[in-house]
Nanobody, 121 residues
Framework: QVQLVESGGGLVQPGGSLRLSCAAS????????MGWYRQAPGKQRELVAA???????NYADSVKGRFTISRDNAKMTVYLQMNTLKPEDTAVYYC???????????????WGQGTQVTVSS
């Protein structure tokens, strides 16, 4: 079993910053892709940013230049630094990880419970 614990969400004014964290724990042999998604009310869940085990990153056009994804493999944690936040960034943010629990076993995908980010004055 794999658990993902997210933290760092909250209320921030436009132009402000937040840093989200997502720590993985449990029966993990290796972690591959890690990412952050978000879902605003009435909208579909969308990819915000992703990072591979090798450190390659991918961002949604709407957050390029403002958000930075990073990971600490030793801590099995993925981060999302969010700067210059806008009201349209308001959403529930979910982390997502792709893991293998045993050597040469299948890869599984897990979601965090979500953390609310609200950008408002």
């Amino acid at each position: 079993q794999v658990q993902l614990v997210e933290s760092g969400g909250g209320l921030v004014q436009p132009g402000g910053s937040l840093r989200l964290s997502c720590a993985a724990s449990g029966s993990i042999f290796s972690i591959y892709d890690m990412g952050w998604y978000r879902q605003a009310p009435g909208k579909q869940r969308e990819l915000v940013a992703a990072i591979t085990s090798g450190g390659s990153t991918n961002y949604a056009d709407s957050v390029k230049g403002r958000f930075t994804i990073s990971r600490d493999n030793a801590k099995m944690t993925v981060y999302l630094q969010m700067n210059t936040l806008k009201p349209e960034d308001t959403a529930v943010y979910y982390c997502n990880v792709d893991v293998r629990t045993i050597v040469r076993g299948p890869r599984y995908n897990y979601w965090g419970q979500g953390t609310q980010v609200t950008v408002s004055s």
